[in-house]
Nanobody, 115 residues
Framework: QVQLVESGGGLVQPGGSLRLSCAAS????????MGWYHQAPGQQRKLVASITSLGAPYYADSVKGRFTISRDNVKNTVYLQMNSLKPEDTAVYYC?????????WGQGTQVTVSS
């Protein structure tokens, strides 16, 4: 069993920054992809960014140049640095770990971008 614990959400003004963290614990597959998804009210959950265990990142077009994903394999933690935040980034952000037969989700953390 794997547990994912997220932190770092909150309220920020447009143009501001937030850093999300997600710590994984348990029996984690050595080769995996960790990622962040977001889900706004009434919308489907969408991939924001992901990173492989070897460090290869992927970004949705909407966040390229503004968000940076990174991970610490020793701590089994993935980070999402979000800069130049926009009101349309407002959503619940979920951490995901996918590897082998594993697919786990965190509980979600709210990010609200508003003046």
């Amino acid at each position: 069993q794997v547990q994912l614990v997220e932190s770092g959400g909150g309220l920020v003004q447009p143009g501001g920054s937030l850093r999300l963290s997600c710590a994984a614990s348990g029996s984690i597959a050595s080769i995996n992809v960790m990622g962040w998804y977001h889900q706004a009210p009434g919308q489907q959950r969408k991939l924001v960014a992901s990173i492989t265990s070897l460090g290869a990142p992927y970004y949705a077009d909407s966040v390229k140049g503004r968000f940076t994903i990174s991970r610490d394999n020793v701590k089994n933690t993935v980070y999402l640095q979000m800069n130049s935040l926009k009101p349309e980034d407002t959503a619940v952000y979920y951490c995901n770990l996918n590897g082998g037969l594993q697919n786990y989700w965190g509980q979600g953390t709210q990010v609200t971008v508003s003046s």
